[in-house]
């Protein structure tokens, strides 16, 4: 962001920017009377604003924008990826630490859902990582109730469509069969609302377990349930950050990654008949 504080931008950016919401909740909060300018209640948010106007959501005035930050956050079993819950259950924001700035989760994990997820304070690095077309690659490793076949894994290699959503090839990788249950690791670079879920049940199987280890070139590791853990100023400068004319930087994202992304062992995941690692989490 510019520190000239006559230079004009929409207000769903400088919400953005400052940490507040993504440009779209941005505007969606604005519809609903939750931002005044200048003492002013908004109803549109076709407006622009520098620095010098006063802009207050919820009744609190909001801070200058930070420089974009990021965090790993392991996120247990039975906590929903929302500020805020109709049904008053758990959210992933609840147990972070009392010194984080006001973060927002970059996608989703439903509340049976386990694993890595990102969060961010900055509104635009949100909308960037989450954008199908950056490409990157999100991991999991999955269990399900049955015995999947190469034939019945086949839809998934090729492509799915459930419910009139059509679902991307994804890269699945037999792991083991445990009693009546099988672990996989399914790697996708989309991530639509409960696409493996979905995609598993169109199939016939019914996915018990599901734990996002990867995002891009960020791991899980060893991560316990619960912690957090900030990603370091310069990984995520390499990864993300990018110096604009004028000093500006913005997040941007690497021509390549594809070498962190792929397995330990270099080769493409494939199906039960061609690849049993004898391995799954316990």
């Avoid at 004028?246 to 990654?257: D, H, N, R, T, Y």
């Amino acid at each position: 962001m510019s520190d000239e504080p006559n230079k004009p931008e929409r207000i769903a950016k400088r919400l953005s920017r400052a940490g507040v919401a993504s440009r779209r909740d941005a505007e969606r909060m604005i519809l609903e009377g939750r931002v005044s300018l200048n003492g002013k209640v908004l109803d549109t948010p076709a407006v622009t604003v520098t620095m010098r106007d006063k802009i207050v959501v919820d009744g609190h005035p909001i801070g200058e924008a930070e420089p974009a930050r990021l965090w790993k956050y392991h996120k247990p079993r039975g906590e929903v990826t929302t500020a805020r819950d109709e049904k008053d259950r758990r959210t992933v924001f609840d147990g972070l630490p009392e010194d984080m700035p006001r973060v927002m989760p970059v996608g989703r994990l439903d509340i049976t859902s386990e694993g890595l997820l990102l969060l961010t304070n900055d509104g635009e690095l949100k909308r960037k990582l989450e954008l199908p077309s950056t490409g990157w690659t999100r991991r999991y490793r999955v269990r399900v109730h049955g015995r999947p076949t190469d034939a019945t894994l086949e839809p998934l290699l090729q492509g799915i469509t459930v419910d009139g959503v059509r679902y991307q090839p994804m890269q699945v990788q037999f792991d083991r069969q445990q009693g009546a249950n099988a672990w996989m690791t399914i790697a996708l670079k989309e991530g639509k609302n409960r696409e493996i879920r979905k995609a598993m049940e169109a199939i016939g199987l019914t996915v018990n377990r599901l734990i996002r280890v990867s995002y891009g070139p960020f791991q899980l590791g060893q991560m316990g349930e619960g912690e957090v853990e900030e990603i370091k100023g310069r990984i995520l400068r390499d990864q993300l950050g990018e110096r604009e004319a004028g000093g500006e930087q913005k997040p941007a994202l690497k021509a390549k990654l594809a070498t962190k992304d792929k397995p330990k062992s270099g080769k493409s995941a494939r199906p039960i008949s061609a690849r049993r690692s004898g391995k799954g989490p316990r």
